[in-house]
């Protein structure tokens, strides 16, 4: 579904955050990308919907190239809706309640009728388990609420392949559970598309993930399966974070 091939991504003050990443993410994976703090992981998902545009390599989405060695080659707003992202800051409009949060992309974004919008964003607030703060502001619901408001927004939009940043972060156990189960159902019903997520939680990685690949500062990328990588001691997996 979505191939990297030799992707590198440097600023243009030369620091260099990643270089020669090549990971492949197939129909109903769901990728954990690990690494240590600054190895390049949000870098790395926003060059994956072109938010930053990496110097080399090429990226693929459903057999069509999308970035040729540091060239786009289709409207960033049209990829994006097939390349879906949350950010740990969530990004929820302020002014608006969490139901037209859920309903504007909709309707304006999909086209979508408000009656069909409505339905579906029924759907996924019951999902995500906040159907009962649809009429409050922003600013007046908790981070993880928000956190499965920005989730369930970016779902309505129903993108092929949805990229998390560090989607639990920050957040209780409860929430964390939620979210995690809302996932694993979504990947089970919509069995034609992928999650790739980013996170430093070992146990997260180990329960959602069906492959996973660390980002290493030493310009490398260590991939596993999910049976390799559950074999792998926390203590093994901490020496990686600190090399």
């Not at 304006?108 to 995500?128: I, W």
């Not at 409050?136 to 609420?145: N, V």
């Not at 997260?204 to 559950?230: C, G, M, P, Q, Y």
Request: proline residues 3%.
């Amino acid at each position: 579904m979505l191939l990297v091939d030799k992707l590198s991504f440097t600023y243009p003050s030369g620091r260099q955050v990643f270089s020669d990443i090549s990971l492949k993410i197939g129909v109903g994976d769901i990728v954990c990308i690990l690494g240590q703090s600054g190895s390049g992981k949000t870098t790395f998902l926003k060059c994956l919907n072109v938010l930053l545009v990496a110097n080399q390599g090429n990226l693929s989405l459903g057999g069509r190239m999308y970035l040729r060695d540091g060239s786009v080659g289709v409207d960033p707003t049209l990829l994006r809706k097939k390349i879906g992202i949350v950010f740990q800051e969530n990004h929820l409009f302020p002014s608006l309640k969490v139901i037209d949060n859920l309903l504007v992309p909709q309707i304006r974004a999909a086209g979508l009728s408000r009656q069909k919008a409505s339905n579906r964003a029924e759907f996924y607030s019951e999902m995500f388990k906040i159907s009962h703060i649809l009429e409050s502001y922003p600013e007046a619901i908790s981070l993880g609420e928000a956190k499965r408001v920005a989730l369930a927004r970016t779902l309505l939009m129903e993108p092929n392949v949805l990229l998390l940043d560090e989607p639990t972060t920050g957040l209780d156990i409860a929430t964390s559970a939620i979210i995690e189960s809302s996932l694993l159902h979504y990947i089970k019903e919509k069995s034609n598309r992928a999650i790739l997520f980013s996170t430093h939680d070992i146990l997260l990685a180990r329960k959602l993930s069906s492959s996973v690949a660390f980002i290493s500062r030493k310009d490398k990328l260590i991939s596993w399966t999910k049976k390799e990588f559950n074999s792998i001691p926390d203590s093994t997996l901490v020496q990686l974070y600190e090399q």
